[in-house]
């Protein structure tokens, strides 16, 4: 339950002025962009452009997740989240108390779902691609973001590109996961435990797959493992990538490049029942063949039979008139 002095900081007017203790920096809010368990972030102007700025009363929370995005930026060649512009501390006259901020880049974009209901189911691999290159990275770097699912997953570009937003789930390896969705996390599915490792973040991978491809909205309803196999199975795409999924499902890639590999050659492979429609067709085009060949040779027999007719009558009328006197 969101306790008091959280409810009043997602009810911030918009124009509201934070200004940090230390650093003396201003930020004015715009509009809410979203809030979580520990805080609210908000869009705000600032004299460097517009941000995403954070608000909670938690700081310990806010220390944590300003220590992954500066482990975040560490990182060489890929960008694991946004980039980490301010923390500070705002003495709310209302509240009478010190809220924790953080201000961060504001990246530009659609979530995922939005994206892939514009374009089409077609970009759901593609995109889950690159996801499973940048979780690559944080697992290297000894974190797991937990908390994995469309809404934390913002689509920039062109070209089109994965972000990672809000970082408040990600977890040290080994631990128990922070924060997670309950239609995202194994444990809601009872396919394994909410220790952070690389395989909770791939059974999450798996479900955006699924939900992405699915018309209706998942939940669980009895045996989690085989509704999931009946709906991979449902769905002429899901079931391409059946081998893949099931594999993430159960626990069986120990990294995301293996993940990213079995996807990128299942790609590339026919889908099982476009092959099955194909061997049907050959097989009908080969009997239709098969069955014109005869058709020929029987026309060719009969034709032959016509003319040798056609040709004895001729040459009994012949012998005939030769025979009369």
């Not at 060489?76 to 010190?98: E, F, I, N, Y």
């Not at 290297?140 to 789930?169: A, C, H, M, S, Y």
């Not at 391409?240 to 299942?266: C, F, H, N, P, W």
Request: charged fraction near 25%; aromatic fraction near 8%; hydrophobic fraction near 40%.
């Amino acid at each position: 339950m969101m306790n008091h002095t959280l409810k009043g900081l997602c009810n911030l007017p918009a124009g509201t002025v934070i200004t940090g203790k230390w650093h003396h920096q201003s930020y004015k809010l715009l509009k809410p962009l979203g809030h979580g368990a520990n805080g609210v972030v908000y869009l705000a102007e600032s004299a460097k452009g517009i941000v995403a700025l954070k608000l909670s009363d938690n700081s310990e929370a806010v220390t944590s997740e300003v220590n992954v995005l500066r482990r975040f930026s560490k990182v060489q060649g890929v960008a694991l989240g946004p980039s980490l512009l301010d923390v500070d501390d705002w003495t709310a006259p209302l509240m009478k108390k010190h809220i924790s901020f953080y201000v961060m880049e504001y990246i530009r974009g659609e979530d995922f779902s939005t994206f892939i209901r514009k374009h089409g189911k077609e970009w759901v691999a593609i995109l889950l691609l690159q996801l499973l290159s940048v979780l690559d990275k944080l697992h290297q770097e000894g974190w797991v973001f937990g908390d994995l699912k469309p809404e934390n997953l913002l689509i920039t570009g062109p070209p089109p590109t994965v972000r990672l937003l809000d970082v408040g789930g990600t977890t040290l390896q080994g631990r128990a996961v922070k924060e997670f969705t309950e239609l995202y996390d194994r444990g809601y599915w009872g396919l394994g435990s909410r220790k952070a490792e690389p395989s909770y973040d791939l059974f999450a991978v798996a479900i955006i797959m699924i939900q992405s491809c699915c018309p209706i909205k998942l939940e669980r309803k009895g045996d989690g493992r085989r509704q999931l196999i009946s709906i991979i199975q449902a769905d002429v795409m899901l079931r391409k990538y059946q081998t893949v999924l099931m594999k993430a499902i159960d626990g069986k890639y120990k990294r995301a490049s293996e993940m990213k590999q079995d996807l990128l050659a299942a790609i590339g492979r026919p889908d099982p029942s476009h092959s099955k429609q194909r061997a049907s067709q050959k097989t009908v085009q080969k009997s239709r063949r098969s069955k014109q060949r005869k058709r020929g040779k029987a026309r060719g027999v009969l034709e032959t039979a016509l003319i040798i007719a056609v040709l004895l009558c001729a040459y009994a009328v012949y012998v005939y008139h030769q025979v009369l006197p």
